[in-house]
């Protein structure tokens, strides 16, 4: 099996969905740019096993989610839907499911785009994420809007990760840090 340039994605293919507790799963309508980042906060293991070459444990995992998106009047549902789900988890606490991946439409395989087929000029609803790269609960750590005099307004939000990412084999929040071989300590 050869590789070929099918097989790389164009960021047209990737999007962000989300659904509130207890509300609608949105998917971020007219999106100029999505990005996920996973960090990891280390802290020193420090023995005479490792000598003057200190050892290393994982102490946090944390991930976020951005998007850019152009900002449409209230008919466009993602830019409503982000404001009610900030407005929601900010009197309620609760996070929102998210997750990203790519666009859940068959067109983005033949190089048309994410926005699906044209209806008579107007543009048809994202069906979801399908080939989920990651999906987890986060919160909308901030979420704002850039409206320049003459150019198109864009509303841009990030997404904080609350606990593991789904599938990552974490659920009992262990420390999954290595610390290594210890060896074993004589008399």
């Known amino acids: 099996m050869g590789f070929t340039n099918a097989n790389i994605l164009n960021g047209s293919q990737?999007?962000?969905?989300?659904?509130?507790?207890?509300?609608?799963?949105?998917?971020?309508?007219?999106?100029?740019?999505?990005?996920?980042?996973?960090?990891?906060?280390?802290?020193?293991?420090?023995?005479?096993e490792y000598g003057k070459y200190p050892g290393k444990i994982i102490n946090t995992v944390e991930w976020?989610?951005?998007?850019?998106?152009?900002?449409?009047?209230?008919?466009?549902s993602s830019i409503s839907a982000l404001m009610n789900a900030f407005k929601a988890q900010a009197a309620t606490g609760k996070p929102v499911t998210l997750k990203f991946g790519q666009v859940a439409s068959t067109d983005w395989r033949n190089g048309k785009?994410?926005?699906?087929?044209?209806?008579?000029?107007?543009?048809?609803?994202?069906?979801?994420?399908?080939?989920?790269?990651?999906?987890?609960q986060a919160i909308i750590t901030s979420l704002s809007m850039n409206?320049?005099?003459g150019e198109n307004a864009t509303i841009s939000a990030t997404f904080t990760g609350v606990g593991a990412i789904d599938g990552w084999g974490d659920d009992n929040n262990s420390n999954s840090g290595n610390q290594g071989t210890q060896g074993t300590q004589g008399n």
């Open 147 to 149: 409206a320049p005099a």
């Open 113 to 136: 785009g994410t926005m699906g087929k044209t209806t008579e000029g107007q543009l048809d609803e994202f069906a979801g994420v399908e080939n989920t790269i990651l999906k987890g």
């Open 14 to 48: 990737l999007i962000v969905e989300f659904t509130p507790d207890g509300g609608n799963k949105t998917v971020t309508a007219f999106s100029t740019s999505h990005s996920f980042n996973i960090t990891t906060s280390q802290g020193d293991v420090l023995s005479k």
């Open 64 to 76: 976020e989610v951005t998007c850019e998106n152009l900002a449409g009047d209230q008919t466009v």
